[in-house]
Every structure is written in C-alpha cells, then in structure tokens.
C-alpha cells in the first residue's frame, strides 16, 4: 500500500486491516504521521508492518520490494495510491518538477507493478488497484503536471491487465473526485459543492471499501476497469447547472 501515512492512503489500510489482512505500510520517509499509522494498524493487524522508501527514486523502490520479500514471501495485493502535486503554471513548470511528479505517480507504480506482479505470479493471483483522478478525463489549471501523470496511469492499468489476465491478476483503477482530507483544504471543499450532484465531497472511508471489493474473490472477474467514485463530478458541464 502506497502513500498509506495519511488520507486516502491510511483509510483503506484501516480497512484491510480490519478485515483481518497483514498490511505494509508505506511512506516516503519515517515522518510522524507514518509512525502513528504504523501504530494504529497494528493494532488492527499485529502482523502488519512499516516500509519507508522514496518513489521518485526506482533503486529505491527496489530497495523497497527487497526488504518486503525479506519479511514475507506472499504479497495478495497492491495498491499504488501515493501520488504528489506541485502547482505551477504551464509556462513557469519546471523540468524538475514534471520529472518528480511523473517518477511518483506513473513510474513508481509500474515498477511497483512489475515487482508485485513478480510476486503474485507464482501464485497465479493477485489483486493490484491504481488509485487515478478525476484530473486523468478533467484539466485543470497548474496542474499539468499531475494530469498528466493520472491520465497515463489510466492507460498503464488497461495494459497491466490486459498483459496480467493470462497470470491470474486482475488489474483495476478507481477514478477519485474530492475527498475530504487533511490535504483537502476546506475551502476547496466549499467551492467544489456546486459541482458535485450528490451535494458532498466524499470521505476517505468510501474509497477504501471500494478498493476493498476490488481486492476480494468477489471481483474476480473484474479486470481493466475504471471505477469512478466521484459522486457526480464528472458528469458533465450540465451537473454544475441546475438551469440548463
């Protein structure tokens, strides 16, 4: 589980773990959030334990996959959920800064991909789900960088399953609008409403049970999609406009 210190990330490693699975936890580094959410899924899954490995950094992520297989032999599923933004207008975006937001959030998770995938194939199953963006289909300004990026983890998810199937492993994606988190200022939140036809920014709790089902038997013959969870933001330019 990528990018599971906080947010997003941590809900849906509360959620397996609950539901009585052994989790790795992952953070860039050993930051105080990622040790108090080492702490509580412990608690929740005493077998559960903490990685910390740079994903802009591929030896590191290797370095990551090493230390994982040096504590368990059998890896069920994957999630790449860690992901970065760094706003900047499109004529201001810095080489430097395109080339950390795409190493995080498009190449870490095919090379978590491959490595998993690795893993999971001697078992002949596995589960990986690519957290995406409603920012993949949407644009939005100064974000180039990061649209970018959703947008072609979109397309490596098809491909992963479609190139997987044959191993047993179902590869999926989730389409992610607002969801309230500390990193979700309340403002944002606020001028996002109107736009949103369910007339809520979601919760984090509700993208890790979708995940969830994505990595059950039940969703077994469930491969290559697209999952949007995003209540109604993507629904088109008419959503917003009660009046048309």
């Not at 959030?33 to 608690?43: F, P, Q, S, T």
């Not at 993949?136 to 190139?163: C, D, P, W």
Request: hydrophobic share 45%; net charge neutral.
């Amino acid at each position: 589980m990528t990018g599971s210190s906080r947010g997003i990330g941590r809900a849906i490693a509360a959620r397996f773990a609950s539901e009585g699975a052994t989790v790795i936890i992952h953070g860039s580094a050993m930051s105080s959030n990622l040790k108090a959410a080492g702490i509580e899924i412990a608690r929740l899954s005493p077998k559960s334990f903490t990685v910390a490995h740079s994903l802009d950094d591929l030896a590191a992520v290797d370095r990551m996959f090493d230390e994982i297989r040096e504590r368990t032999d059998c890896l069920d599923v994957l999630v790449n959920n860690a992901a970065t933004q760094n706003p900047s207008a499109f004529t201001d975006l810095s080489a430097t800064d395109w080339d950390h937001v795409l190493a995080v959030n498009l190449r870490a998770p095919f090379r978590c991909g491959q490595l998993a995938a690795q893993m999971m194939r001697t078992r002949r199953q596995g589960k990986i789900v690519n957290i995406g963006s409603v920012h993949e289909i949407q644009a939005k300004r100064n974000f180039v960088h990061y649209t970018a990026s959703k947008a072609g983890l979109l397309a490596l998810s098809k491909s992963m399953a479609l190139e997987l199937a044959a191993d047993g492993i179902q590869v999926n994606h989730l389409t992610v609008g607002a969801v309230e988190t500390d990193m979700t200022p309340a403002d944002r939140c606020q001028s996002l409403l109107s736009a949103i036809p369910a007339g809520r920014i979601g919760q984090p709790a509700e993208v890790a049970a979708l995940v969830c089902f994505l990595a059950s038997t039940e969703a077994d013959y469930i491969t290559g999609a697209s999952v949007t969870i995003d209540g109604g933001l993507t629904l088109g330019f008419c959503a917003s406009r009660p009046d048309l």
